[in-house]
T-cell receptor
Framework: DAGVIQSPRHEVTEMGQEVTLRCKPISGHNSLFWYRQTMMRGLELLIYFNNNVPIDDSGMPEDRFSAKMPNASFSTLKIQPSEPRDSAVYFC????????????FGPGTRLTVT | GENVEQHPSTLSVQEGDSAVIKCTYSDSASNYFPWYKQELGKGPQLIIDIRSNVGEKKDQRIAVTLNKTAKHFSLHITETQPEDSAVYFCAASSGNTPLVFGKGTRLSVIA
């Protein structure tokens, strides 16, 4: 099994640009989660999907952030326009049985906004 | 909502000694408590978890204990090795609510 796949692994962009992060969950998993990790705030849940449907997006910081899951094998997290304070590591995770069960994390995307 | 506190934030031990990391949670309805290990440049990896119907679970050198009355749970690593050096996160959730993570403990095992 390839595990959760994220791309790109690193992204450097200028303030105001659009950023799109991509995630492929583990095949057969029906829940997908987007997290943001910073030194100051730790691991924060941004949004999670169950069977491709967004269930809880209360962690999405602003309207500049949006996430989609068009099918069971692909999800995107978009930031438009990006700001320097969005610099962080963004993780995608998937779970077979729901949010309170074993979650498997991808390697993360390190985003730097200058 | 749930709040998870984790202590200590950093921990240094000599190789071969034991390491203990403690977490407290606020929601008495929480019933799932996983522990994750994050190595530099990688995503968190689940190493052990426990559910509220048991008080202790062990997997080789790693054990987790749960005290539901006091609402705290702990990770115990025995015979520590340099490869145990990493950041460890505890988390808690109940039913269909998402995991809430502690702030993490940076463990350094000194050879």
């Amino acid at each position: 099994d390839a595990g959760v796949i994220q791309s790109p692994r690193h992204e450097v962009t200028e303030m105001g640009q659009e950023v799109t992060l991509r995630c492929k969950p583990i095949s057969g998993h029906n829940s997908l989660f987007w997290y943001r990790q910073t030194m100051m705030r730790g691991l924060e849940l941004l949004i999670y999907f169950n069977n491709n449907v967004p269930i809880d997006d209360s962690g999405m910081p602003e309207d500049r952030f949006s996430a989609k899951m068009p099918n069971a094998s692909f999800s995107t997290l978009k930031i438009q326009p990006s700001e320097p304070r969005d610099s962080a590591v963004y993780f995608c995770a998937s779970s077979m049985t729901g949010p309170s069960y074993e979650q498997y994390f991808g390697p993360g995307t390190r985003l730097t906004v200058t | 909502g749930e709040n998870v506190e984790q202590h200590p934030s950093t921990l240094s031990v000599q190789e071969g000694d034991s390491a203990v990391i403690k977490c407290t949670y606020s929601d008495s309805a929480s019933n799932y408590f996983p522990w994750y290990k994050q190595e530099l440049g990688k995503g968190p990896q689940l190493i052990i978890d426990i559910r509220s119907n048991v008080g202790e679970k062990k997997d080789q050198r790693i054990a987790v204990t749960l005290n539901k009355t006091a609402k705290h749970f702990s990770l115990h690593i025995t015979e520590t090795q340099p490869e145990d050096s990493a950041v460890y996160f505890c988390a808690a959730s109940s039913g269909n609510t998402p995991l809430v993570f502690g702030k993490g403990t940076r463990l350094s095992v000194i050879a």
